[in-house]
């Protein structure tokens, strides 16, 4: 008799649904309405009325009747045009309407668009039975607008989702996505729907083995979950987390797929960052440890060198020696990059002039670089010192020339260049590790072979290098970054593949300070002792001989001991003949610290000068908290020693 129709473009809400069914009546016949209201009018069903077709159209807009009864013959319009109003203007929702008449009248059901008819006149027992199918309409319409909010409020969650959601067929092709999914790889939602993700966004990271596995398991009806890169629509890569659910019909074969998706490509880059974080915090414990062995090697090679270098006169074996003086250099050099990128170890810190530093490592390069390669340097007026490290910085620009060197293995220019810089707070914003001010800006460029974007991302990484085996540790820009940074600077590399590299070292300014004039260089002949009783205690026993026979050799009379216990005995046995204690700060039984004490114990006065194989200035902590001024980091080289046990002869006694 009837079909009720409806429009998913005006919702509504539960607050909103009526209490009971609305219908209006736009006869002719004003017996309808009184027929109505008399049979059907109660608590569920409420009826109004319109005189003709304008005012019922005005009666659906402003009230929003669920039913109207619309009669074949209005007053002042065409019926057919009415319906046509209300179907196409309808207010909240599109009523149902039920076409009113005679037989014939109604044949047509008014054009063919009302949901019913209701044939006119009609004894109270139809209308009574049209009151149940009223009542069931509206019981429907309730059911009907309640599914309907759900869905939407599921559409508008789906839609405004912050992970990607697609949903396609039995074949993979995308029937919907969400504008999360869209945007993730750079397309419009109409350019994907049809398509196959697999067409769009597989990145070609993943084998074939990887897609089969997935197929067959949802295929299977199983849900599937993994990580899986993907590509975007400029190119790029992206990692996600995806999970793949089977949907299926009623006949429980699988139909559809949902795919949802999230974009862990920061955190996948953030855990990567944390895992190095950790291996150069594992590395740097690690590096200190063997710093000290290799430091406790170096040692005998290196004080060894310089007795061999004064007691030899023949030449050939000169040159031995000094081949062998620069071979212990360099392991000292290497151990102390190790533990520089690895430690952040820092040194003291001066006022520097950065060019007075440049022009040192200049004349080494120019003497050691091949005849090929020119060094050019250039510095502006009135350049601004910093506060630095004179080693470390020296370092900085030896490693990298020899870069700039290695880069032009036929020969070219290498250009360093030093100017006063300002950095904006607009460009500092823009960069990572940078605060606006003054900076002296260290320039150094080569017309080398370049490098691609991927090796410039990645020349900072310890360990990594693009030379050949056995010709680079892969430590060097490592540990440039390492100074760099601490001394509060920052560095820029430009390159490109065949066309050079510049590299742009930040050093903050310092202004209103007066730059230190290096110290000068120790003399080439060391101080002889007199007699005097020295105590050298070392566990390592290579060491303990060549210190014994370096002292020994230069005048002075030595006692040793290989544990802190023994030395305490040796100590107290003579203690009115030992000038001075040499001890390790690292020892098994009894350390240096504790040494030092138990000697002050006996004599509050006695002159101790602490050595160690570790660097930095925690072992010169130690050893100032228990009143060590002297100090020497292995490997040390014999006129170094000399010097430092001299001048704490010389000095005042011991402090308690």
């Given at each position: 008799?009837?079909r009720?129709?409806?429009?998913?473009?005006?919702?509504?809400?539960?607050?909103t649904?009526?209490?009971?069914?609305?219908?209006?009546?736009?006869?002719?016949?004003e017996?309808l309405?009184?027929a109505?209201?008399?049979?059907l009018?109660?608590?569920t069903c409420?009826?109004?009325?319109a005189?003709?077709?304008?005012?019922?159209l005005e009666?659906?807009?402003q009230?929003s009747p669920?039913?109207?009864?619309?009669?074949?013959?209005?007053?002042?319009?065409d019926?057919?045009?009415?319906?046509?109003?209300?179907?196409?203007?309808?207010?909240?929702?599109?009523?149902?309407?039920?076409?009113?008449?005679?037989e014939?009248?109604?044949?047509g059901?008014?054009?063919?668009d009302?949901?019913?008819?209701?044939v006119?006149?009609?004894?109270?027992?139809?209308?009574?039975?049209?009151?149940?199918?009223?009542t069931?309409?509206?019981?429907?319409?309730?059911?009907?607008?309640?599914?309907?909010?759900r869905?939407?409020?599921w559409?508008?969650?789906?839609?405004?989702?912050?992970?990607?959601?697609a949903?396609?067929d039995?074949d993979?092709?995308?029937?919907?996505?969400?504008?999360?999914?869209?945007?993730?790889?750079g397309?419009?939602?109409d350019?994907?729907?049809?398509?196959?993700?697999?067409?769009?966004?597989?990145?070609?990271?993943?084998?074939?083995?990887?897609?089969?596995?997935?197929?067959?398991?949802?295929?299977s009806?199983?849900?599937?979950?993994?990580e899986?890169?993907?590509?975007?629509?400029?190119?790029?890569?992206?990692?996600?987390?995806?999970?793949?659910?089977?949907?299926?019909?009623?006949?429980?074969?699988?139909?559809?797929f949902?795919?949802?998706?999230?974009?862990?490509?920061?955190?996948?880059?953030l855990?990567?960052?944390?895992?190095r974080?950790?291996?150069?915090?594992?590395?740097?414990?690690?590096?200190?440890?063997?710093?000290?062995?290799?430091?406790?090697?170096?040692?005998?090679?290196?004080?060894?060198?310089?007795?061999?270098?004064?007691?030899?006169?023949?030449r050939?074996?000169?040159?031995?020696?000094?081949?062998?003086?620069?071979?212990?250099?360099?392991?000292t050099s290497?151990?102390?990059?190790?533990?520089?990128?690895?430690?952040g170890?820092?040194?003291?810190?001066?006022?520097?002039?950065?060019?007075?530093?440049?022009?040192?490592?200049?004349?080494?390069?120019?003497?050691?670089?091949?005849?090929?390669?020119?060094?050019?340097?250039?510095?502006?007026?009135?350049?601004?010192?910093i506060?630095?490290?004179?080693?470390?910085?020296?370092?900085?620009?030896?490693n990298?020339?020899?870069?700039?060197?290695?880069?032009?293995?036929?020969?070219?220019?290498?250009?360093?260049?030093?100017?006063?810089?300002?950095?904006?707070e607009?460009?500092?914003s823009?960069?990572?590790?940078?605060?606006?001010?003054?900076y002296?800006?260290?320039?150094?460029a080569?017309?080398g072979?370049?490098?691609?974007?991927?090796?410039?991302?990645?020349?900072?990484?310890?360990?990594?290098s693009?030379?050949?085996?056995?010709?680079?540790?892969?430590?060097?820009?490592?540990?440039?970054?390492?100074?760099?940074?601490s001394h509060?600077?920052?560095?820029?590399?430009?390159?490109?593949?065949?066309?050079?590299?510049t590299?742009?070292?930040?050093?903050?300014?310092?202004?209103?300070?007066?730059?230190?004039?290096?110290e000068?260089?120790?003399?080439?002949?060391?101080?002889?002792?007199?007699?005097?009783?020295?105590?050298?205690v070392d566990?390592?026993?290579?060491?303990?001989?060549i210190?014994?026979?370096?002292?020994e050799?230069?005048?002075?009379?030595?006692?040793?001991a290989?544990d802190?216990?023994?030395?305490?005995?040796?100590?107290?046995?003579?203690?009115?003949?030992?000038?001075?204690?040499?001890?390790?700060?690292?020892?098994?039984?009894?350390d240096?610290?504790?040494l030092?004490?138990?000697?002050?114990?006996?004599d509050?006065?006695?002159?101790?000068?602490?050595?160690?194989?570790l660097?930095?200035?925690?072992?010169?902590?130690?050893?100032?908290?228990?009143?060590?001024?002297?100090f020497?980091?292995?490997?040390?080289?014999?006129?170094?020693l000399?010097?430092?046990?001299?001048?704490?002869?010389?000095?005042?006694?011991?402090?308690?």
């Amino acid at each position: 008799m009837y079909r009720y129709t409806h429009d998913l473009s005006f919702p509504l809400t539960p607050s909103t649904m009526p209490e009971s069914l609305h219908l209006l009546v736009a006869h002719e016949d004003e017996s309808l309405h009184e027929a109505l209201s008399r049979v059907l009018s109660d608590d569920t069903c409420r009826i109004s009325g319109a005189a003709s077709g304008a005012d019922a159209l005005e009666r659906i807009y402003q009230n929003s009747p669920d039913v109207v009864l619309l009669g074949t013959k209005l007053p002042d319009m065409d019926a057919c045009d009415v319906l046509r109003r209300v179907r196409r203007e309808g207010g909240r929702m599109q009523p149902t309407v039920l076409a009113v008449g005679g037989e014939a009248d109604v044949a047509g059901a008014l054009c063919g668009d009302a949901d019913g008819y209701l044939v006119w006149p009609a004894s109270d027992a139809q209308l009574r039975a049209y009151k149940h199918t009223l009542t069931r309409l509206r019981s429907n319409w309730k059911q009907m607008e309640q599914s309907e909010t759900r869905m939407r409020l599921w559409k508008a969650a789906l839609e405004s989702a912050a992970n990607s959601i697609a949903i396609t067929d039995r074949d993979g092709r995308i029937l919907w996505v969400n504008p999360a999914f869209a945007t993730s790889y750079g397309y419009d939602k109409d350019e994907l729907l049809g398509r196959r993700p697999g067409d769009v966004i597989k990145s070609g990271v993943h084998d074939d083995a990887f897609y089969r596995n997935m197929w067959d398991t949802i295929l299977s009806g199983q849900v599937w979950s993994g990580e899986v890169v993907n590509k975007r629509r400029d190119g790029s890569l992206l990692t996600e987390e995806l999970t793949i659910t089977p949907v299926r019909d009623e006949q429980g074969e699988v139909a559809n797929f949902i795919a949802i998706k999230q974009d862990i490509t920061e955190r996948k880059r953030l855990e990567k960052q944390f895992l190095r974080s950790q291996r150069m915090e594992s590395i740097g414990t690690l590096a200190g440890g063997i710093a000290h062995d290799l430091n406790n090697l170096l040692a005998p090679i290196v004080m060894g060198v310089d007795l061999l270098a004064e007691r030899e006169t023949d030449r050939s074996v000169q040159s031995v020696i000094q081949n062998m003086r620069q071979s212990a250099a360099r392991g000292t050099s290497l151990v102390k990059q190790v533990l520089s990128f690895a430690r952040g170890v820092e040194g003291a810190r001066v006022t520097v002039r950065l060019d007075r530093v440049v022009e040192e490592v200049v004349s080494m390069a120019r003497t050691s670089f091949p005849k090929t390669v020119r060094v050019q340097t250039g510095t502006a007026e009135g350049l601004w010192p910093i506060l630095g490290d004179p080693t470390q910085l020296n370092q900085v620009i030896l490693n990298l020339a020899v870069n700039a060197r290695d880069a032009m293995p036929g020969g070219g220019l290498v250009r360093i260049e030093i100017s006063n810089v300002t950095i904006d707070e607009q460009y500092a914003s823009m960069q990572t590790h940078v605060e606006s001010g003054d900076y002296v800006r260290l320039e150094i460029a080569d017309e080398g072979c370049g490098m691609s974007q991927e090796v410039q991302d990645r020349i900072f990484e310890p360990f990594y290098s693009t030379k050949e085996a056995g010709q680079g540790t892969g430590l060097g820009l490592s540990t440039v970054l390492g100074i760099v940074r601490s001394h509060g600077g920052f560095i820029n590399v430009y390159s490109e593949t065949g066309k050079g590299t510049t590299v742009k070292v930040y050093f903050p300014a310092q202004h209103g300070v007066d730059v230190a004039d290096p110290e000068p260089e120790p003399g080439v002949d060391s101080p002889r002792g007199h007699g005097e009783t020295i105590l050298v205690v070392d566990d390592e026993l290579s060491i303990l001989t060549i210190t014994k026979h370096t002292l020994e050799s230069y005048g002075y009379r030595v006692l040793t001991a290989d544990d802190g216990a023994q030395a305490i005995g040796v100590f107290a046995m003579n203690r009115t003949d030992v000038a001075l204690t040499l001890t390790d700060m690292m020892m098994p039984v009894m350390d240096g610290p504790a040494l030092v004490k138990a000697i002050r114990r006996i004599d509050a006065g006695a002159r101790i000068v602490a050595v160690s194989g570790l660097q930095g200035g925690v072992n010169v902590a130690r050893a100032a908290q228990v009143g060590v001024t002297d100090f020497l980091e292995k490997p040390f080289t014999a006129q170094q020693l000399l010097i430092t046990i001299r001048k704490a002869l010389d000095g005042e006694r011991g402090r308690a």
